[in-house]
């Protein structure tokens, strides 16, 4: 028991030792990657491994892992830090079989550089010699440009002078114009005011425009409901029109019968009257007649009656007999008249009479 303790003890005490020299280790570790890592940028960094630490590194660590009083833990750690190393020295293996074989293509690019530089400057010379030639062609040319030249700005000088009679044509045609043009801004600007006008007019117009296209829908419903009754009322009167027609019809039939009627008695009676007008004018000419003789037989019956009287009694008897049968004419007079009217009523007082 009292080995075991020292062991652990001894252990305890080797770990606590172990632990900060594995941080400062860690921590030089880190402070050189900075260092490395200020110091360069990208790729330089690979390249910045330097296979004489990692080796030591290796080496350190393998030491502490066959160092028998370390934990789990720290083997672990250990493990994986061998690890890592490994695999830093395959990626520094890789960056530099990268780099030699950059390396080879930099040298590679390098003699194709030479080369194009040798024919960038033969190129060069055979186009400094066309440039030279091409200079003295453009200076002969240059010089019938400027012959040409000069003739043109004559004929140009000319033509400016025209030109500019023209224009001074034009100019004044111009100010004519822009009078115009300013007398048609201010007519463009009274066209905008009664634009302007005329859209809120038009704004209103159709405001009310909707109010009474609304009051003409309504009254169209109105008016379609009016229709719907009167067609109602129209159906209706229709009706009684024409039963009316029917009824009117069955009554003019009925009058006209009955004036048919009437005038076939009106025919009769007309035919009546005629008979009844010829038989009393013979009654008259037969009563006349009659009082003639009644008045002649009257005067001879005076006269045998009364032969003593003296003639003025005659007279008398005579001029009342006379008076009589004036009487009887005028009552048969009036007889005659009420006949015309009465028809059959006439005839009946004449037969009395007589």
Known sequence: MGNRKTSCSERQTITDISVPIKEENEKELEEEDNNEWKNSVGLNRKRALDPRKIEVLRAGMKRAFEFSLLGRPERCAIKQGLAAIESLQQQLNFAETELNMSNCENGRLQRELEQKDLEMKKQKDEVQNERQQRKRELKAELELIRKERVEESAAY???????????????????????????????????????????????SLKAQNAEMTN?????????????????????????????????ILSIEKSKAEEIKKLLDEKETNKQQCNQLRILNRELEAQFNTQMDLIGALKRKLLAQCEPGKPSWATATATRSCGSQSTEDEQYHSEGSEEGLGGGGQQKMTTIIRK
């Not at 066209?191 to 038009?202: F, G, H, I, M, N």
Request: hydrophobic share 35%; charged share 40%.
């Open 157 to 203: 000088n000319r033509q400016v002078g025209e030109l500019s009679k023209t224009l001074n044509e034009k100019v004044h045609i111009i100010g004519d114009l822009n009078d115009k043009v300013a007398q048609l801004g201010a007519e463009l600007d009274i066209c905008r005011c009664q634009l302007a006008t005329s859209q809120k007019e038009d704004v």
């Open 215 to 247: 009051e003409v829908k309504r009254l169209v419903e109105e008016l379609e409901r009016v229709k719907a009754d009167l067609v109602k009322v129209i159906e209706e009167k229709q009706k009684s029109l024409n039963e009316a027609n029917q009824r």
